[in-house]
């Protein structure tokens, strides 16, 4: 899979709470968690994977960009 590093925003603008975990809907694997601001680093990231959030009562489901539209380099 691919790594991804990203924020997550609510539809109201809010971010989820800090520390929960960002999982694959259907195999349960947790492929990172929710940092300070909603910055996310995932990693193992498969083109089919359907990503969900939940914490409490609420939910959040993300599709994950294809890989072929993520650019490769190095960020500092």
């Known amino acids: ?3 991804i590093i990203g924020v997550i925003r609510l539809a109201d603008g809010s971010h989820p ?3 929960i ?3 694959d809907e259907t ?3 947790e492929l990172g968690l929710v940092a300070d601001g909603g910055f996310v680093y995932l990693n193992g990231i498969q083109d089919d994977n359907k ?3 939940r914490w409490g009562d ?3 489901f993300i ?3 294809n890989s072929s539209n ?3 380099g190095t960020a500092i």
């Open 1 to 3: 899979g691919y790594q």
């Open 17 to 19: 709470p800090l520390g």
């Open 21 to 23: 975990s960002v999982k």
């Open 27 to 29: 195999s349960h694997k």
């Open 51 to 53: 990503l969900a959030l």
């Open 58 to 60: 609420k939910s959040c």
């Open 63 to 65: 599709p994950p960009p």
């Open 70 to 72: 993520l650019t490769t």
